[in-house]
C-alpha cells in the first residue's frame, strides 16, 4: 500500500514538473519573440543622435533626450525618497513594533497597498501633491507619487529579508552586550542586505516603467527640453513611446520600438545589479 502511495506522488511530481517547465518554456519563447520583433523594428533607430535629439515632429529627427533624462530625474529622486522610508518603516513594524491588533491591521493595509492599482496613486498623487501642496505636474510631485507607489513593495521586501535572518545571530549580538540598534545595524541589516536590495531595484524597475500616475499628475507628452530643477516640468520613456505609438506614421512606430529598447535596456541593467549583488551578499554571508 504504502509503495503505490510514493509511486502516485512521484508520478504526480513528474507531471507537475513538466507542466512547470513547458510553462517557463512558453514564457521564455513569447518573451524571445516579443524581444525579437522589438529590435526588428527599432534596431535601425539606436543611434547617438537618437539618444542626444530632443522630440520632434519630424520621425527621422526625433529623440529622447528630455524623457531620458526626465526619467534619471524622476528614478533617483524617488529612489531618494522611497529607500529611507521603506527600510526604516520596515525595520520598525518587524524589529520594535508591538504586536497589537492597530499594529497587524497596519501591517495587512500595507500589503494591500502593494496590489493597488498604480492609476489610484496618480490621482492621490493629483490632489495632494499637485493641489493642495501646489507643486503641479513637477518633477517632485511625479518622485514623490511614484514613490508612495513603491513604498510598501520595499516595506514588505524589507520586512521579509529581515525575516529570514537566523534568531541565532541576534542571540549571538545580544550575548555579546550589543544594544538592541547595534544588533539591528551591525548584524540583522548587513545580513538580509541582499533581499532588501533586490526588492528596492525590482521596485525602481516598477516604477521606470509607469506612466499612468505621472501622466495623471501632469507629466507632459512632448517636451523639448530636460528638467533643470525640481519644478520643471518633465516626461519619462514610457509616456514618449506611448505617444509615438499613438502617432499613424510608421517611422514613429519605430522609433517608439527605439524606445522600448532603452527602456528594457534600463530595466535589465537594474535587474542584472540586483542579480549580482545577491549573490555577492549570499556568498559573504
Known amino acids: 500500500m504504502s509503495s503505490m502511495f510514493f509511486k502516485v506522488r512521484a508520478a504526480k511530481d513528474r507531471v507537475f514538473s513538466v507542466v512547470g517547465l513547458l510553462c517557463?518554456?512558453?514564457?521564455?519563447?513569447?518573451?524571445?519573440?516579443f524581444i525579437y520583433h522589438i529590435i526588428k523594428s527599432g534596431g535601425s533607430r539606436l543611434s547617438w543622435d537618437f539618444l542626444v535629439n530632443y522630440p520632434?515632429?519630424?520621425?527621422?529627427?526625433?529623440?529622447?533626450?528630455?524623457?531620458?533624462a526626465g526619467t534619471l530625474w524622476i528614478v533617483v529622486l524617488t529612489a531618494i525618497i522611497s529607500i529611507p522610508l521603506g527600510i526604516g518603516a520596515a525595520i520598525y513594524l518587524e524589529e520594535?513594533?508591538?504586536?497589537?491588533?492597530?499594529?497587524?491591521?497596519?501591517?495587512?493595509?500595507?500589503?494591500?497597498?502593494?496590489?493597488?492599482p498604480s492609476i489610484i496613486y496618480g490621482?492621490?498623487?493629483?490632489?495632494?501633491?499637485?493641489?493642495?501642496?501646489?507643486?503641479?505636474?513637477?518633477?517632485?510631485?511625479?518622485?514623490?507619487?511614484?514613490?508612495?507607489?513603491?513604498?510598501?513593495?520595499?516595506?514588505?521586501?524589507?520586512?521579509?529579508?529581515?525575516?529570514?535572518?537566523p534568531s541565532s545571530l541576534r542571540e549571538a549580538s545580544y550575548a555579546l552586550g550589543a544594544s538592541k540598534w547595534q544588533t539591528v545595524k551591525m548584524t540583522v541589516l548587513p545580513a538580509s542586505g541582499s533581499g532588501i536590495?533586490?526588492?528596492?531595484?525590482?521596485?525602481?524597475?516598477?516604477?521606470?516603467?509607469e506612466a499612468a500616475p505621472l501622466i495623471v499628475v501632469g507629466a507632459l507628452a512632448y517636451v523639448p527640453f530636460t528638467p533643470t530643477s525640481l519644478s520643471s516640468e518633465f516626461t519619462v520613456l514610457p509616456i514618449q513611446i506611448f505617444n509615438w505609438v499613438s502617432r499613424p506614421q510608421k517611422a514613429f512606430l519605430e522609433n517608439a520600438s527605439a524606445g522600448i529598447i532603452v527602456l528594457l535596456a534600463i530595466t535589465f541593467l537594474l535587474n542584472a545589479i540586483a542579480v549580482y549583488l545577491r549573490i555577492r551578499k549570499t556568498v559573504k554571508y
Not at 536590495?197 to 516603467?209: D, E, N, P, Q, V
Open 24 to 33: 517557463t518554456f512558453f514564457g521564455l519563447v513569447m518573451l524571445a519573440i
Open 56 to 68: 520632434s515632429r519630424i520621425a527621422g529627427r526625433a529623440g529622447i533626450l528630455s524623457a531620458l
Open 96 to 116: 520594535y513594533g508591538k504586536r497589537t491588533r492597530f499594529g497587524r491591521i497596519v501591517e495587512i493595509n500595507i500589503s494591500n497597498l502593494a496590489g493597488v
Open 123 to 165: 490621482l492621490l498623487g493629483l490632489e495632494i501633491f499637485s493641489r493642495v501642496f501646489g507643486m503641479k505636474g513637477s518633477v517632485l510631485a511625479g518622485s514623490l507619487t511614484l514613490a508612495l507607489l513603491i513604498l510598501p513593495i520595499i516595506i514588505v521586501a524589507t520586512r521579509e529579508s529581515i525575516k529570514a535572518v
Open 197 to 209: 536590495i533586490t526588492g528596492i531595484i525590482i521596485a525602481l524597475s516598477r516604477a521606470i516603467g
